[in-house]
């Protein structure tokens, strides 16, 4: 339409004329531009996103344009701790082979010069992207700011300039302008762009919608869009459709009879993302979540371990939604400035609506199946208990498995106490060790030969007067000989019917993270593991079962991982 060609044209015209710390974040001055000179790669990734060093944390306006996957993230260049924050910027062809480019946005003006932080994409009309962003100023006041790429005809958009009429959205009276930040993807509807910025007002979360016409001039809406006491600021707040009836992604307008609403936020408080499923009320341009999903503390999480700052966006070539997030490290902050670097981000990640509508299932793209070398299968294997099998002829350290297990009866199930909600909790009461009825099963990763390392990954059974309860796992508390070092019992409930009797899991194993996902991508872990003697060929990988009932492994592949090119 010709209207965006003359903003685009006004954007750079406007350019040619004018030429923190976050919450949770602790600043080391002294270590923030201190550079690797040896960087140690023992437990650096070989197919999840990282750069080659130094810091990385929040994935920011991941897109697809003209055939390219682009993936930018808040990148310390200097060193391994947070500090110095620009826009990182890689490009891909597959999500998982991938190719770095210069920083595409880097303080530079008065309204950023304290901190070019999060921020998402939008594809304007006639195929144009912008970039929106939070900036922060001399004084620590948080706007939102716009970038656009400096030549369309670039195929990998190397460069990106800030037009001169930024700020574009300043925090009015009665806005927390030093917790204001984070814009959403924008979205289009009845003549009118709108946006989400994060926020927090006397511990409540609050997402704030703002309006425009021509992308340029933001006016606030009246009400925010949604809100919940005592859940603390709200960050990279997501909004999207998904389909009730298709795994197929929609873009972010799509306003279609057959959908449902995902309102998703960081909670800075806790570290930890939540989302609700709900109603959007278009014409009130409010958020509804269902009566089911809860906000803060027990909602709904994408994953429940090491994942954070969570990202999402619509992929047109093949019509999925794809997420982002933030994979942080668990060891001391002396560590990551000895080996160089810190942080990765986990493998990118489908999304769609559970035919239940209670959730949301997630699972690696389709992409990372080209790193599988040679398959191990496991079929038929008995697992009685106090028994573990080990699975030979793989890379441990850097696997992928994919397993089902049977369980022939459920008679031994343990009946569920209705206090044990907290699932982490529960998990470090009873964990792999603990026998059960009916588990703990299911794998020991990146475990050393004589078991003194390993992260558990399993399933423990429990039932109700109605119901069976299932637990996943991810517990890291064997996971390294170092003392000290965070080592978390990770876990969620996973929400399955297990007529046909059987319990799925897949773990990507990766040097020093776990990803697993029970149940087909209902309940989703991730674990940051530092181990001491399961490292490079010493790793193994185990099937187990500590419960009273025999289970049987159905089937099991498993394939060592090829490395990734990675940036």
């Known amino acids: 339409m010709a209207i965006w060609n003359l903003l685009w044209l006004y954007i750079l015209i406007l350019y040619v004329n004018n030429g923190r710390m976050e919450a949770s974040h602790k600043v080391y001055p002294q270590f923030q531009s201190l550079s690797a000179v040896n960087i140690r790669q023992l437990h650096h990734t070989a197919f999840h996103f990282q750069p080659p060093k130094n810091w990385i944390n929040d994935p920011n306006g991941p897109m697809y344009y003209n055939g390219i996957y682009h993936i930018f993230y808040q990148y310390n260049p200097k060193g391994a701790v947070w500090g110095n924050i620009v826009w990182g910027h890689s490009i891909s062809k597959d999500l998982i082979n991938w190719k770095e480019l210069e920083p595409a946005i880097c303080p530079s003006k008065h309204f950023d010069i304290d901190g070019a932080w999060s921020g998402s994409t939008t594809i304007l009309p006639s195929n144009k992207p912008i970039i929106l962003y939070t900036g922060v100023d001399s004084n620590g006041i948080q706007t939102q700011n716009y970038a656009v790429p400096a030549n369309l005809s670039d195929p990998y958009l190397r460069k990106w300039i800030k037009p001169g009429n930024n700020p574009l959205i300043d925090p009015e009276n009665g806005v927390n302008a030093t917790a204001f930040r984070d ?31 021509d992308f340029i001039h933001w006016t606030k809406a009246k009400h925010p869009f949604h809100s919940a ?175 089902t297990f049977y369980i022939p009866s459920l008679d031994k199930t343990e009946e569920f106490n209705p206090s044990w909600e907290d699932a982490q909790r529960l998990c470090a009461n009873k964990g792999s060790k603990v026998e059960g009825g009916v588990g703990p099963f299911g794998l020991l990763t990146l475990a050393s030969k004589n078991l003194e390392e390993y992260t558990a ?49 897949r773990s990507l194993i990766d040097h020093s993270v776990v990803e697993s996902f029970g149940g087909g991508g209902k309940t989703c872990i991730t674990s940051r593991v530092y181990p001491t003697l399961a490292v490079l060929d010493n790793a193994h990988l185990y099937a187990f079962n500590n419960g009273d009932e025999t289970i049987i492994v159905k089937n099991l592949n498993a394939w060592s991982m090829n490395k990734a090119k990675m940036n």
């Open 457 to 505: 990954v399993f399933f423990r059974v429990f039932k109700t007067s109605k119901k069976h309860v299932v637990l996943l796992c991810s517990d890291a508390r064997s996971s390294s000989l170092e003392d000290g070092i965070y080592k978390p019992s990770f876990a969620g409930f996973v929400d399955v019917d297990l007529a046909d009797k059987k319990l799925s899991l």
């Open 229 to 403: 006491p005592n859940t603390g600021m709200w960050e990279c707040p997501d909004f999207y459709p998904v389909s009730l009836s298709s795994k197929e992604g929609l873009d972010p307008s799509y306003m279609g009879k057959h959908v449902k609403h995902v309102l998703k936020v960081s909670l800075d408080d806790a570290r930890y993302d939540y989302y609700t499923l709900g109603t959007y009320l278009t014409n009130d341009d409010k958020y509804v979540p269902d009566n089911a999903s809860v906000d803060g503390w027990a909602g709904l999480r994408y994953d429940y371990g090491n994942f954070y700052a969570s990202k999402t966006f619509f992929d047109p070539a093949k019509r999925r939604r794809i997420l982002w997030g933030w994979v942080n490290e668990s060891d001391f902050t002396q560590d990551d400035v000895k080996k160089g670097w810190a942080g990765i981000q986990a493998i990118p990640r489908i999304v769609w609506l559970d035919t239940n509508q209670r959730q949301l299932k997630q699972w690696p793209v389709e992409e990372l199946n080209t790193l599988r070398g040679e398959i191990v299968k496991m079929s038929h294997q008995k697992l009685k208990k106090g028994h573990h099998i080990e699975i030979q002829g793989i890379t441990a350290a850097q696997a992928d498995i994919d397993v």
């Open 183 to 213: 814009p959403s993807t924008a979205w289009w509807l009845n003549g009118r762009w709108r946006v989400l910025v994060g926020s927090e007002r006397n511990s409540r979360g609050i997402a704030y919608l703002y309006r425009s016409r």
